[in-house]
C-alpha cells in the first residue's frame, strides 16, 4: 500500500516554456505532499509543502512565482515549472504524507527527470 | 536545529559480506528514524523506520536500532546482495505525526558478485 505515482517520468522542454508534473497517491489520502528537488549524487532538498485545498509553503529561497504547486484534492498535487531555464534540469520527486498514527511517513513517487535545452 | 549525518560512500562490498551504514542525528524531543532506499533511476522507498527509543526496524533483512544515548541509527544487513546496490538515506522527523523530513546526503551502496 501507499503508492505514489508522477507523471511524466521523464520530460524534455525547451528554454522559456513551463512544464507540469502531476503527483498522485494511489490508494491513499495525502493530507500533505512535499516536493523535492534532488541534484546528481546529491541528497534530497525540500523545495515546497502543500497541504490539500491551501497555498504551498515554500522554503527558503525556491521561488513561488517559478515553482507553481497546487493540491487540489487529497490524492493529487502538481508542479509546474514555469518558463523553465537549463539551471532548472533536475530530478523532482513528490512525496506523500498521512494523517493519523503514520503521519511521521512520507511515500514517494518514481520521480520526474526534467533536462530544458 | 535538526540533522542527519551519514557515512560518506560509496561503500563497496562483495556479494554476502556484512553491511554498516552509519547514521546519527541531532535532534530535539523525540524524532522518528527512517531508512529509506533509492535505486537507480527511481525515487525513494521507505525500508524501515523506529518511532522510539530501543525500538528496532527491519525489513528485507535490513535492520536499524534506535540509540538515543548515542543518537544513532545505523543500518545493518548481514550478507548483501548484488540487488541491493543503491544509495540509501538516513531521515527524520522531528516528532511523531508529523511528516516533514530531514534527511542524510545518503551514501551509495555498490555489491559486487
Known amino acids: 500500500g501507499a503508492v505514489v505515482s508522477q507523471h511524466p517520468s521523464r520530460v524534455i522542454c525547451k528554454s522559456g516554456t513551463s512544464v507540469k508534473i502531476e503527483c498522485r497517491s494511489l490508494?491513499?489520502?495525502?493530507?500533505?505532499m512535499f516536493w523535492y528537488r534532488q541534484f546528481p549524487k546529491q541528497s534530497l532538498m525540500l523545495m515546497a509543502t502543500s497541504n490539500e485545498g491551501s497555498k504551498a509553503t515554500y522554503e527558503q529561497g525556491v521561488e513561488k512565482d517559478k515553482f507553481l504547486i497546487n493540491h487540489a484534492s487529497l490524492t493529487l498535487s502538481t508542479l509546474t515549472v514555469t518558463s523553465a531555464h537549463p539551471e532548472d534540469s533536475s530530478f523532482y520527486i513528490c512525496?506523500?504524507?498521512?494523517?493519523?498514527?503514520?503521519?511521521?511517513?512520507?511515500?514517494f513517487g518514481p520521480g520526474t527527470r526534467l533536462t530544458v535545452l | 536545529g535538526n540533522s542527519v549525518t551519514q557515512m560518506e560512500g560509496p561503500v563497496t562490498l562483495s556479494e554476502e559480506a556484512f553491511l554498516t551504514i552509519n547514521c546519527t542525528y541531532t535532534?530535539?524531543?523525540?524524532?522518528?528514524l527512517f531508512w529509506y532506499v533509492q535505486y537507480p533511476g527511481e525515487g525513494l522507498q521507505l525500508l524501515l523506520k523506529a518511532t522510539k527509543a530501543d525500538d528496532k526496524g527491519s525489513n528485507k533483512g535490513f535492520e536499524a536500532t534506535y540509540r538515543k544515548e548515542t543518537t544513532s541509527f545505523h543500518l545493518e544487513k548481514g550478507s548483501v546482495q548484488v540487488s541491493d546496490s543503491a544509495v540509501y538515506f538516513c531521515?527524520?522527523?522531528?516528532?511523531?505525526?508529523?511528516?516533514?523530513?530531514?534527511f542524510g546526503k545518503g551514501t551509495m551502496l555498490l555489491v559486487s558478485p
Open positions: 490508494d491513499f489520502q495525502a493530507t500533505t
Open positions: 535532534a530535539t524531543g523525540y524524532p522518528s
Open positions: 512525496g506523500g504524507g498521512l494523517a493519523g498514527v503514520k503521519a511521521d511517513t512520507q511515500y
Open positions: 531521515a527524520l522527523s522531528p516528532f511523531s505525526g508529523y511528516s516533514t523530513l530531514t
